[in-house]
């Protein structure tokens, strides 16, 4: 274990984390190497918008804090990574159960390795599609991370 919590263990405080919980959002899987999960937003009165499609703001949330939480959890506690920026494109309503799913390939940890192996900071970017049951994508959602390693862990 490379990290603090294991997978299953985070994935089912993510679940009840309150801003998960009480809008519906559910961490459905996340893999043992913290390479892959998978977000689901279920349909509820209260994450319904006037339109009655899913509210805009339940579907940026399900996205916020997996990207970074998945690299600490892969690169380990040598790293500092926090969510810096993200934009959202609506593409279609949401209506029924979303999904959204992550993934980190060992090209990007690799190339995140790289850029921090001298001690400065760096900005990948993920993007990600947030698709209904159908298969069809609903918005998708652009996110940067910023990733440094720990002061500690940084060359003199």
Known sequence: MKWAF?????????NFWPPFFFSGIRVAKLSDDYRYCKVELKSRKWTRNINNSQFGGSMF???DPIY????MGALGKEYLVWD???DINFISPGRGKLCAEFWLSDETLDAVKAA?????KHFPEFLLHI???QGQVVCEVNRKVY???????RPE
Do not use: E, F, I, N
């Open 61 to 63: 949330a399900m996205t």
């Open 84 to 86: 810096k920026q993200a």
């Open 147 to 153: 990733v440094r390693k720990k002061a500690q862990y």
């Open 6 to 14: 294991k997978p299953a263990v985070m994935r089912h405080l993510l």
């Open 68 to 71: 970074p939480l998945m690299l």
């Open 116 to 120: 921090t192996a001298d001690g400065t």
């Open 131 to 133: 698709k209904d049951s």
